[in-house]
């Protein structure tokens, strides 16, 4: 029988208070809840603070290069399709730098779990203007406030026909509800995202716990997720009132399951071969 203590990593290193603790704990539930043996599922991210996260756990884990995490999950479930993957990421990771790797695995349909630590600022540098952060918001670097329209991650995923669109909050009233969306997002076969609204104590001063708590709510029990242009209604609902849980899912075929050499066995499981091509390599000349 798996217990928390099973998943322990290094200590962390983030912010007394960080939306991250609750986000680190509420994974360690669900791989409890899904006995998830640790060798079982390799979580991969790039750098930002939300991407330390792979360090504080007993897992495979790949840390990558700064908005490279999908491209690398994609691999990795590729070589090994038995292999569970989650893909963690910031907003600046995922939305900024990655948006084009989110754009492609959303139509790939690859089947990797990416939850995005949406903090809404480059946090592990310091405080710059994120995709998500508010148009108009000072900060160091933006003295005279953000000038971009922020990205709305789960209108883009929606109008993309992401397979699986979620929303949590990683404050303490909204981890229950976090752990069920999680749970529902590695059980689907298929490109889930969540998207993860977490504080950042240091350089967020606006979008804290308390700001979230109060305008946080959970879809009403008859919302009915396969309804694509309800999702979309819903997925623009930002400012007093912010909805989370399950906007948006389909059943579309995955992209390994569309792959005929998967069929079988996963890539690491089948026996190299080589084959002479210098015949065809001819025909080049
Ligand atoms: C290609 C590249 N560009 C920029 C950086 C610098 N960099 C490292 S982390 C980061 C921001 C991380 O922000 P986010 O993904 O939101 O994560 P957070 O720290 O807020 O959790 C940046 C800009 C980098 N390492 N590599
Ligand atoms: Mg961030």
Known sequence: MLTFDDYK???????????????????????????????QFTIVSGIGQGAKLPHYTKCNTFNGLHGRTLPVATGIRLANNHMTVLALAGDGDCYGEG???????????????????NNQVYGLTKGQASPTTPQGRVTKIQPSGSLSEPLNPLAMAISLNCSFVARGFAGASGLP???????????????????????????NK??????????????????????????????????????????????????EQGLTVLKEDPLVKQALFRKDMSAELAQLH
Not at 17 to 32: D, E, H, P, S
Not at 99 to 117: E, K, P, Y
């Open 177 to 203: 509800f976090l752990q069920e969306i999680i749970k529902e997002a590695i059980r689907h076969e298929g490109f889930a995202m969540v998207d993860i609204l977490q504080n950042c104590v240091t350089f």
């Open 206 to 255: 606006v979008n804290t716990f308390h700001w979230y708590k109060e305008r946080a709510y959970e879809l009403e029990a008859g919302y009915d997720p396969t309804d694509r242009v309800e999702a979309f209604r819903r997925s623009l609902e930002w400012g007093e009132r912010i909805p989370t849980g399950i906007f948006y899912r389909n059943d579309r075929p995955s992209y």
């Open 9 to 39: 990593g290094q200590q962390p290193s983030w912010c007394p208070g960080c939306g991250n603790f609750a986000i680190l704990n509420t994974l360690k539930k669900v791989f409890v809840d899904l006995a998830m043996q640790p060798h």
């Open 99 to 117: 948006g084009n790797h989110l754009i492609h695995a959303i139509r790939r349909n690859i089947n990797v779990t990416l939850l995005v630590h």
